[in-house]
Structures are given as structure tokens and as C-alpha cells.
């Protein structure tokens, strides 16, 4: 492999409004930026971290710099895994890489994944958690989502409130529900009845990950997604016979490389396959898209949060999310 040149830059991406979930409130997201050069051809991916590891900016960049005398050797992405450990810095430049071996080869990303003509994706769109009449003003005022995901904060009674009010302003709309580890186990039957009541289609990681043998012989009405609990392709066996689906973020796992990866060992293991994100602009939604082809649910709305994202962008239509070849993955995306 040639040698690379490796440019790492971070960014402070403003949200629109502040969003809340269980245990945060947040108003910017700052991510880490790689671009990988050959001399000819570049790549770039973009990653937020994992923030409630301490996976943040100065940790991924204090990564990327311990290993860049490797990455500038030019090692493919199977050595990369050995490189890097699972998280956000893993995740930048293993796009980065993905896109500067679609620029050499002269084709798609989806081509060198083996995957067909991708298609628009029905993605989730995201609620933060606030009193159940804004958020249900919100779900009104959103009239184009056809899925909603709603933020809990593990306020059982206040919770089960926003969910009600949010049926009742969308009674149209596919509706899941996002716990992030904000409950116990005890309040998992009352909570999860409720949501089945409401016609809720998903809770997502309802406990604190590390409490994943607390559902251990729990019987839910309704299926339950790990997040938190997941990170990457050396945790998935843990899932098994406590979650139904595996929500596959690039950031958690280091990149589209081992998501894809964790897709394929899922399906196998007969679990469901989500892809989601935490938030970024649409550099760091397109690999998203590209697993996304593969998923049973799609949660990749983190640019709706921003206050300004990147052009060209992702395009947002009718509940879908659309990934064009200019914004990422292709020789057009990286032309000088």
C-alpha cells in the first residue's frame, strides 16, 4: 500500500435546540474529521466518539496520533481492526478508508461492499425528551415522519405520559421507544405493557449497560433493542436471549468495516439489525446509509439536530433519508 498522508481536524457542530435524554442535555457536539491522501486520491470520514465511554474529541485524536505511523504505512481496513480499538477514532479512518479505496478503484462504496444499487431508507426521526405537549407539538409539527423515536429519561410515570400524548398527536406513524439505561429492571413490566398499550414497536436499551442479566427470563411484550449494551462485534453473543435487535452505530463499533461485520454475525445468530447514529453531519450519516441497506430499522436523522450541516448533505423526503454519490463513498464525492 502506498503511503498516506493523514490530516485530522475537529469541529463544534451547533444543535438547533437543545435535546435531552435520560442524564443529558445537549447543545453542540464537537467530532473529529479524517482525511487520508495518497497523493491522488483522498478519503474522509467523520466520528463523534462514544460520549458516556469517555470516547470524546481528545481522546480520539490522542488515538489517531499514537497510531499514525501505521496509518500512514497504508494498511488496509482488516489491519486496521488491529490497529485501532473499536470506538470513534477507529470509525473516522476506516471511512476515510473506504472512500480513498472507492476513489482508486473508480466506483461506488456500495460496490466494494458487495451490496446492490442502493435504495432510499424509512429512517426514525428523533424526539428528545421534554413535557408530553411539547413533545407531541413536535410529533404534530414534524407532519413528514413516518417513524418516530421517542427519548425517555427513566421517569416511569412521566415517560409512559409522553408516550400517550405522542400516539395520541400521531396515532399514523411507526413509534419506538429510546430508554437510554434510564430504568431498573422492576419497572420493566409496568413500562413495557404501557408501550405495548400505545402501540410501541421497540424499546430501546431500557437498562444501564452492564445490567444486560437483569432481563435474563424477562418476557416482553414487545421487542427490546440493545445500544449501549453493544458496542462492538466482540460483545454481540451477549445479546442473546436478552435483546432482539443489535442497534449497530459506526462510532460504538470503529467504522463501517466491523458494522458490516456485526450485521452479517447477527442475522446468523437470528437477531434484528438496526443502524443508528449518534449525531453528526451528513459526512458521518453516509456509511450509515451504506450498512443501513442491510438493517431492519434505520435511525440516521442526526443532521435534523444541527443547527448548519455540511453540503452537499443527505436529502431528507417523505420519512426517508437519501444518500446522494456527491456527499460521500464515491470518486464524485472526493473530486478536487
Same mark, same amino acid.
Given at each position: 500500500?502506498?503511503?498516506?498522508?493523514?490530516?485530522?481536524?475537529?469541529?463544534?457542530?451547533?444543535?438547533?435546540?437543545?435535546?435531552?435524554?435520560?442524564?443529558?442535555?445537549?447543545?453542540?457536539?464537537?467530532?473529529?474529521?479524517?482525511?487520508?491522501?495518497?497523493?491522488?486520491?483522498?478519503?474522509?470520514?467523520?466520528?463523534?466518539?462514544?460520549?458516556?465511554?469517555?470516547?470524546?474529541?481528545? @481522546?480520539?485524536?490522542?488515538?489517531?496520533?499514537?497510531?499514525?505511523?501505521?496509518?500512514? @504505512?497504508?494498511?488496509?481496513?482488516?489491519?486496521?481492526?488491529?490497529? /485501532?480499538?473499536?470506538?470513534?477514532?477507529?470509525?473516522? #479512518?476506516?471511512?476515510?478508508?473506504?472512500?480513498?479505496?472507492?476513489?482508486?478503484?473508480?466506483?461506488?462504496?456500495?460496490? /466494494?461492499?458487495?451490496?446492490?444499487?442502493?435504495?432510499?431508507?424509512?429512517?426514525?426521526?428523533?424526539?428528545?425528551?421534554?413535557?408530553?405537549?411539547?413533545?407531541?407539538?413536535?410529533?404534530?409539527?414534524?407532519?413528514?415522519?413516518?417513524?418516530?423515536?421517542?427519548? &425517555?429519561?427513566?421517569?416511569?410515570?412521566?415517560?409512559?405520559?409522553?408516550?400517550?400524548?405522542?400516539?395520541?398527536?400521531?396515532?399514523? #406513524?411507526? &413509534?419506538?421507544?429510546?430508554?437510554?439505561?434510564?430504568?431498573?429492571?422492576?419497572?420493566?413490566?409496568? /413500562?413495557?405493557? @404501557?408501550?405495548?398499550?400505545?402501540?410501541?414497536?421497540? /424499546?430501546?436499551?431500557?437498562?444501564?449497560?452492564?445490567?444486560?442479566?437483569?432481563?435474563?427470563?424477562?418476557?416482553?411484550?414487545?421487542?427490546?433493542?440493545?445500544?449501549?449494551?453493544?458496542?462492538?462485534?466482540?460483545?454481540?453473543?451477549?445479546? &442473546?436471549?436478552?435483546?432482539?435487535?443489535?442497534?449497530?452505530?459506526?462510532?460504538?463499533?470503529?467504522?463501517?468495516?466491523?458494522?458490516?461485520?456485526?450485521?452479517?454475525?447477527?442475522?446468523?445468530?437470528?437477531?434484528?439489525?438496526?443502524?443508528?447514529?449518534?449525531?453528526?453531519?451528513?459526512?458521518?450519516?453516509?456509511?450509515?446509509?451504506? &450498512?443501513?441497506?442491510?438493517?431492519?430499522?434505520?435511525?440516521?436523522?442526526?443532521?435534523?439536530?444541527?443547527?448548519?450541516?455540511?453540503?452537499?448533505?443527505?436529502?431528507?423526503?417523505?420519512?426517508?433519508?437519501?444518500?446522494?454519490?456527491? #456527499?460521500?463513498?464515491?470518486?464524485?464525492?472526493?473530486? @478536487?
Amino acid at each position: 500500500m502506498a503511503r498516506l498522508k493523514v490530516e485530522v481536524a475537529t469541529e463544534t457542530l451547533r444543535f438547533a435546540a437543545p435535546f435531552r435524554i435520560s442524564g443529558y442535555v445537549f447543545e453542540t457536539s464537537d467530532v473529529v474529521v479524517v482525511t487520508l491522501g495518497d497523493g491522488m486520491y483522498r478519503g474522509r470520514g467523520e466520528a463523534s466518539g462514544v460520549y458516556y465511554m469517555g470516547d470524546d474529541v481528545p @481522546a480520539m485524536c490522542a488515538a489517531i496520533e499514537r497510531a499514525r505511523p501505521e496509518i500512514e @504505512a497504508g494498511p488496509d481496513r482488516a489491519a486496521l481492526r488491529d490497529i /485501532l480499538p473499536p470506538g470513534g477514532a477507529r470509525n473516522a #479512518v476506516d471511512c476515510a478508508l473506504w472512500e480513498l479505496e472507492a476513489a482508486r478503484a473508480g466506483c461506488f462504496v456500495w460496490e /466494494l461492499a458487495g451490496l446492490p444499487p442502493p435504495r432510499p431508507l424509512r429512517t426514525t426521526f428523533t424526539l428528545g425528551a421534554d413535557t408530553p405537549e411539547a413533545m407531541a407539538q413536535a410529533a404534530r409539527r414534524d407532519v413528514s415522519a413516518r417513524s418516530i423515536k421517542a427519548k &425517555l429519561t427513566g421517569e416511569l410515570a412521566l415517560d409512559i405520559a409522553r408516550v400517550r400524548a405522542i400516539r395520541e398527536a400521531r396515532p399514523d #406513524v411507526w &413509534l419506538g421507544v429510546d430508554g437510554n439505561q434510564g430504568f431498573v429492571i422492576d419497572e420493566l413490566p409496568a /413500562l413495557a405493557d @404501557a408501550l405495548k398499550t400505545c402501540g410501541v414497536s421497540l /424499546l430501546e436499551q431500557p437498562l444501564a449497560r452492564g445490567r444486560e442479566a437483569d432481563l435474563d427470563g424477562f418476557v416482553s411484550p414487545l421487542p427490546i433493542a440493545a445500544d449501549e449494551s453493544i458496542l462492538s462485534f466482540a460483545e454481540l453473543e451477549r445479546a &442473546l436471549g436478552r435483546f432482539d435487535i443489535v442497534n449497530i452505530k459506526l462510532d460504538k463499533c470503529g467504522g463501517l468495516t466491523e458494522g458490516l461485520m456485526i450485521a452479517a454475525a447477527a442475522r446468523q445468530l437470528g437477531l434484528g439489525v438496526m443502524v443508528g447514529n449518534m449525531v453528526g453531519t451528513s459526512l458521518a450519516m453516509a456509511p450509515g446509509f451504506i &450498512l443501513g441497506q442491510l438493517c431492519d430499522l434505520v435511525d440516521l436523522d442526526g443532521p435534523t439536530f444541527l443547527a448548519h450541516d455540511r453540503s452537499p448533505s443527505v436529502d431528507y423526503r417523505d420519512g426517508d433519508i437519501w444518500v446522494g454519490p456527491e #456527499v460521500w463513498g464515491s470518486p464524485m464525492a472526493v473530486a @478536487a
